[in-house]
């Protein structure tokens, strides 16, 4: 099986910027509604938030994920569960790490209901994923993934182009090769830049991606850039 990782490159602010790897959110409705290559596309973003409460406050890596991304991943949490619909209408959950639960909550069986406090704000802990899985967007950070949050637009970023906010990975559908993606989303990006010309040109390739930069997953990656 290969899976896909799209993280789709938009025009950069500056000339000699580097290339940028998110997303509008309207483009990410776009390439979710129009890929058929692709299944199970999921936007995330990353930030770094303080855990404090019991113990010393503690600075980690979190990501706000829409609730495709752990079907991209095939990941099942080992206590509770994931990341839902209903949790995108601004609910204050998580799911949270193997290692943030052992070491802020001594592997407490009973996790599941739970609060952990992220910038002094609690969030109900409703899953417990498992210690081996290792996202790609933290292979090169400084410290794991330790929290997945619910991510949610407001309704003016629904329609705006010009918020590059939010990466994007997929799941390349069963029989379909790295060529057809690659036509199809040149296909599908050219369609979109000719329906919003005074939009920055969005481009789009498929690449394989190194096997170590998915620590966690035994299948191929693939990335759009």
């Known amino acids: ?25 309207a483009s990410l409705r776009d390439y979710r509604s129009r890929l ?12 770094g938030r303080n855990v404090t409460g019991d113990g010393i406050a503690e600075r980690v890596l979190t990501e706000a994920v829409t609730p495709e991304y752990f079907k991209v991943f095939t990941v099942t949490p080992v ?22 639960w052992q070491r802020r909550f001594g592997g407490d069986p009973a996790i599941v209901g739970r609060a952990v406090r992220l910038d002094q704000q609690a969030y109900e802990i ?5 210690p081996d899985f290792v996202p790609p967007s933290a292979v090169d950070a400084s410290e794991p993934v330790a929290a997945w949050l619910p ?21 390349l ?39 170590d930069q998915v620590a966690s997953v035994d299948t191929l990656f693939v990335v759009l850039a």
């Open 1 to 25: 099986e290969i899976a896909a990782l799209p993280v789709q490159a938009e025009a950069a602010t500056e000339p000699g910027a580097p290339q940028r790897t998110v997303l509008s959110p």
């Open 36 to 47: 058929t290559s692709v299944e199970h596309v999921a936007g995330y973003t990353s930030q």
């Open 173 to 211: 559908r069963e029989g379909v090769s790295l060529d057809t993606a690659r036509a199809e989303l040149a296909s599908v990006s050219a369609a979109m830049a000719a329906e919003y010309p005074d939009y920055a040109t969005t481009r789009g390739a498929v690449d394989l991606l190194r096997r």
């Open 79 to 100: 206590l509770g569960r994931a990341l839902v619909d209903d949790d995108m209408d601004g609910r204050r959950v998580a799911v949270i790490s193997h290692g943030l």
């Open 126 to 130: 409703v899953g417990v994923l498992p």
């Open 151 to 171: 991510l949610s637009f407001e309704p003016d970023l629904l329609t705006s182009r010009h918020e590059h906010i939010v990466a994007a990975v997929g799941r």
